[in-house]
């Protein structure tokens, strides 16, 4: 009963929501904090080299502080922000669904925890997300 709870995509939507308000009041407030995510729906812009590559773990802590903290872009989607990795700082840009994000942490302290089981983005979201997007980019042909 309780996986079933879980998996539920209106439940999975709730914590997806506000998992975006609790992010969405820390860049307002400047609260630097962490995130764990599952590595499953992060992207990394250019990819991480191979001797960096995080994608044999399942779940994977960022921190966001000083310039990446500054660099973060916040929609109701993703979290979006620029971070170095290694001993040279490889440069890249990060995009995590919201969905993957299993925790919040400010100073070590678990502020938030997503309890769904997260599966990525029905057909049915993305489509609508695609219209949106869209639509955005190509109002003036509507006018």
């Not at 290694?86 to 309890?115: C, H, K, M, P, R």
């Amino acid at each position: 009963m309780l996986e079933a709870i879980l998996k539920k995509q209106k439940f999975v939507t709730l914590m997806r929501e506000h998992c975006f308000e609790v992010l969405q009041f820390l860049q307002e407030e400047k609260i630097e904090f962490s995130i764990v995510a599952n590595m499953q729906f992060v992207k990394f812009d250019p990819e991480l080299p191979k001797e960096l590559s995080l994608k044999n773990n399942p779940f994977v802590m960022f921190a966001l502080a000083g310039y990446t903290f500054e660099s973060m872009e916040l929609n109701k989607e993703r979290l979006y922000f620029h971070a170095g990795f290694g001993a040279d700082d490889f440069a890249t840009y990060v995009s995590v669904d919201l969905g993957a994000i299993t925790q919040i942490q400010i100073e070590n302290t678990i502020i938030f925890v997503n309890f769904s089981i997260y599966k990525g983005r029905t057909d049915e979201e993305n489509v609508k997300n695609s219209k949106n997007i869209f639509l955005k980019n190509n109002k003036d042909l509507f006018q």
